[in-house]
């Protein structure tokens, strides 16, 4: 095991054992109880080692129960008579003979009856300060009982470590972020029990199921334990009887089962047994009884001990008594593939398509890939195939995807597999290849072949969704209506034609049209592919973000956050994209750029030019932006420009809002505003005016007011509430109307706009200062100030100017601020388009306006107010 384990400060439960050994406190110490792992004896050491006393440490064990005094002998010495009484003196008088003196005691539970009444005569006569362990659940000495419930001790239980400080505790050690997918996991299998924590960790990384990729560690797999866990376990194991050890058998490799079929298999007594022993759990599942085990890591042990041979026969037990009974839900279909795949019995290549399909419908992706090669394997053809195929490319293994569906040839294929062939290979080559040329040819082959009209909305609906990447909204909101007011189009229209349909809708300011549609999504999206609802959800996100309703959108998007399996890892990074859009929207920048760090990670690959994951660049830049991260913006820009391309050009505004954002905090507010100002006309050409008056109101937020009329003109046209609150705070601005931008502030304080609230605060702090108003520019400010924290951290041109009441003008400033950024004056006039000889004018001027004589003074001034 590592040595590198820091310990996990519980600060309020250190400063009560540390004062009650100190004697601050009524009675003579303490005494810790809590599960077996939770950390007792580390923290009692931890405390005690920072005490000036001297400790006497004991232990007691199984072995010294039956010898009295036992844990004491190596302090008191050998007995030198059998009165016990005369021996308790003996050993009293000992221990006390270096004068005050801390006794510490781990597992005190386990002590033998005579060491039990030493112990408790001590604490009585307040003879010497006591910090003991007990694990809760086990039998303890009346005697030792009696030192909390007469209160001669305090007592303080200690819980599993909650999950916060489980992820702290674990990427302390890692040296990196954790995905908060493997956080969940990990917290599940261990509880928060330190030491099953700590054995998790270095089982995975033993096992190479625990990597880290880009700066974020991942769980792959299944969790995994320590050789010397599995050690420590298995004595219980060597202990148990053949059918409790059946019983356990049966279930690492399929839990949960029913106690119907693990009775057939083992006995009805067998179980019970286990029961009563505390292995396995029975729970309840409608009005089915299935066993479980009480821990999970109990069954890793389990799992090291079967061989493959015996796995291969139980397994084959396992599959031939669930045949028996009805296999017709998912989870059946794929417990009994997963079963039968490595048992004794034949494979059916039937049984495997089918699980595939359940296993992509429930986001499983690396499971549908196993069931689909096996059906694949055993000839199951364009259907096996194509399950196949998708899986490999919701993976990032695009080019294997499409070798394995160019197999196939088109003119061969009846009308519906030539759709479904046509709809994997058209998604392949546009969405994770970037191909969106050769996807055009497809669905051009595909949509001149096909006559049967069920068909061809399916085909209609895969074409508005090509339609919406390329930027072609119009387009994209026609064929959706067409095929979404069809009489009856088949699931996979439906879902096709609401992707194109809803994210139009969102971005073009319709956003109050896609409720409905968002909920046809869902029910299609039951039956068909359950990673596709992830990006159609953004369309459902982003029409309640951009109209303002914030509180909605973070209720639609909790629909989607639900995992349970490392298998769909995939969709949890997907779910990230749909969090952070609200999340964004919000203000809450830290968590946005954790979680698209961990998204990108997970998602993103330098062989896929994906289109699913384009938003999460995006995000990631302004997240940056915005906490002040210049460089770390940067970084993320170019990642998202090097994988911008004719198939997601409908992030393309989006994406210069993102750069407006990068400039603004490297500290180019004139660029940062004309590139928010071509953002906005590149939306307005487009047809994304939603998007438009974002980028708009970010100019206005950089200190343009300039866009005020536009806003109005905008907020009468589009849905919900925001925009509005957008022309009026550009209004403000325009106007340098303090009283009116604290109104705006408080508006969008209201609305859960906390970016756009700080800004506005912040501007009204600024000119309330200019108009020597004192109390108002405070008052305005700590407005401000709050919503900055709130945010993380905020930092904006607007916050930054509050911050630095400088007599400089906009130019002035932001020179005065790239000089204070260690930039030449060449540089700085490359980055503001400039001449050199203009820059150095501004340069003299705020020399003169500050008191200043050179360019490291203006520096050293705008750091120390900064």
């Known amino acids: 095991m590592s040595g590198s384990w820091p310990l996990v400060e519980r600060e309020k439960e250190f400063g009560v054992i540390a004062a009650a050994l100190r004697g601050e406190t009524a009675g003579c110490g303490v005494v810790l109880t809590g599960d077996s792992g939770v950390g007792k004896t580390t923290l009692a050491r931890h405390v005690t080692a920072d005490l000036d006393s001297g400790v006497r440490w004991v232990a007691g064990t199984e072995s010294a129960r039956s010898i009295p005094l036992g844990v004491f002998a190596h302090l008191v010495g050998p007995a030198t008579t059998s009165d016990p009484v005369t021996y308790l003196a003996a050993a009293r008088e000992s221990l006390l003979a270096d004068g005050h003196v801390i006794i510490g005691v781990d597992d005190a539970h386990l002590l033998d009856e005579l060491s039990a009444t030493l112990l408790h005569q001590l604490a009585i006569d307040r003879a010497v300060h006591i910090v003991a362990t007990v694990r809760s659940g086990e039998s303890v000495p009346d005697a030792v009982t009696s030192l909390w419930k007469d209160n001669h001790l305090i007592r303080i239980t200690l819980s599993p470590f909650s999950k916060p400080q489980s992820v702290d505790l674990i990427e302390s050690v890692l040296g990196g972020q954790l995905e908060g997918l493997s956080a969940d996991l990990m917290w599940d299998a261990s509880g928060g029990n330190a030491l099953f924590l700590r054995h998790l960790v270095e089982g995975a990384r033993e096992a190479g199921t625990l990597r880290q990729v880009n700066g974020v560690w991942q769980l792959r797999g299944r969790t ?17 009887d053949g059918p409790v050890l059946e019983v356990l058998k049966y279930l690492t490799l399929c839990e949960p089962l029913d106690i119907e079929v693990l009775g057939e298999l083992v006995g009805d007594e067998a179980v019970e047994e286990a029961e009563i022993a505390g292995l396995v759990r029975i729970v309840r599942d409608g009005r089915t009884l299935n066993v479980r085990y009480n821990h999970p890591l109990f069954g890793e042990v389990i799992r090291r001990r079967l061989g493959i041979a015996s796995s291969r026969r139980l397994r084959g037990r396992l599959v031939t008594a669930l045949r028996s009974r009805t296999q017709d839900s998912p989870a059946q279909r794929i417990r009994l593939a997963d079963l039968a795949l490595e048992s004794d019995v034949a494979v059916d290549r039937g049984l495997m398509a089918a699980a595939a399909r359940d296993a992509l419908m429930l986001a499983n992706i690396p499971m549908g890939e196993r069931f689909a090669r096996a059906a694949v394997d055993e000839g199951g053809g364009l259907d096996a195939a194509d399950l196949l195929a998708r899986a490999l490319m919701w993976q990032g293994q695009a080019a294997e995807a499409d070798a394995v569906l160019a197999g196939f040839t088109p003119d061969l294929l009846d009308g519906p597999s030539l759709v479904r062939w046509g709809l994997q290979r058209i998604g392949n080559l546009f969405w994770a290849l970037g191909e969106s040329e050769r996807a055009d040819a497809v669905l051009e082959q595909v949509q001149g072949a096909v006559t049967d009209p069920d068909l061809e909305l399916i085909v209609a609906g895969i074409a508005s969704a090509c339609a919406l990447f390329e930027n072609r909204l119009d387009e994209a909101i026609a064929v959706s209506d067409r095929v979404l007011t069809a009489s009856a189009p088949l699931p996979w229209a439906v879902v096709w034609a609401v992707f194109g349909g809803s994210l139009s809708r969102a971005l073009a300011g319709r956003g109050d049209e896609v409720a409905a549609l968002a909920e046809r999504a869902q029910v299609a999206a039951a039956i068909t592919d359950g990673l596709l609802r992830f990006p159609t959800a953004l369309g459902e996100i982003l029409a309640l973000t951009l109209t ?46 954790r979680r698209m760090e961990q998204t990108l990670a997970t998602l993103d ?14 995000y990631l830049v302004q997240a940056h932006a915005a906490l002040g991260r210049p460089d770390a913006a940067a970084d993320a820009l170019t990642k998202a420009r090097a994988r911008y391309g004719r198939q997601v050009a409908v992030f393309g505004p989006m994406l210069e809002i993102a750069v407006s954002w990068q400039q603004a905090s490297a500290g180019m507010v004139t660029a940062a505003v004309e590139s928010a100002h071509g953002a906005a006309a590149a939306a307005r050409s487009s047809g994304q005016f939603a998007v438009e008056a974002e980028a708009l109101h970010t100019a206005a937020r950089f200190g343009d007011g300039s866009v005020a009329g536009r806003l109005h003109e905008l907020a009468g046209e589009l849905d919900g509430p925001i925009v509005a609150a957008y022309a009026r705070h550009a209004r403000a601005v325009a106007d340098h109307d303090a009283d009116e931008l604290d109104a705006c502030a408080a508006e969008f304080e209201a609305l859960g706009v906390r970016l756009s609230a700080a800004d506005a605060a912040a501007a009204a702090g600024s000119v309330h200062d200019a108009a020597g108003v004192r109390s108002a520019t405070v008052a305005s400010a700590a407005v401000a100030n709050r919503l900055a924290a709130e945010c993380g951290g905020l930092r904006t041109p607007a916050l930054v100017e509050a911050a630095q009441p400088l007599p400089l003008t906009s130019r002035e400033r932001e020179i005065a601020t790239l000089v204070a950024a260690g930039l030449s004056n060449k540089e700085i006039a490359r980055r503001l388009t400039v001449s050199v000889r203009t820059v150095e004018g501004h340069i ?14 203006i520096a050293a001034l705008l750091l120390k107010d900064g």
């Open 224 to 240: 995994a334990i320590t050789s010397e866990l599995a050690s420590l376990l298995e004595s219980r194991v060597d202990q148990l």
């Open 548 to 593: 303002g309703c914030l509180d909605a959108a973070a209720e639609h998007a909790e629909r989607y956050v639900k995992f349970s399996s490392a298998g769909q890892y995939l969709a949890w990074a997907m779910a990230g994209i749909l969090i952070s859009a609200v999340d964004l929207a919000r203000g809450d920048l830290l968590s946005v750029s």
């Open 605 to 618: 690959s330098d062989q896929v030019a994906a289109s699913w994951n384009y938003p999460a660049h995006i």
């Open 844 to 857: 003299y001027r705020a020399c003169t306006k500050l008191d200043v004589t050179d360019r490291a003074e």
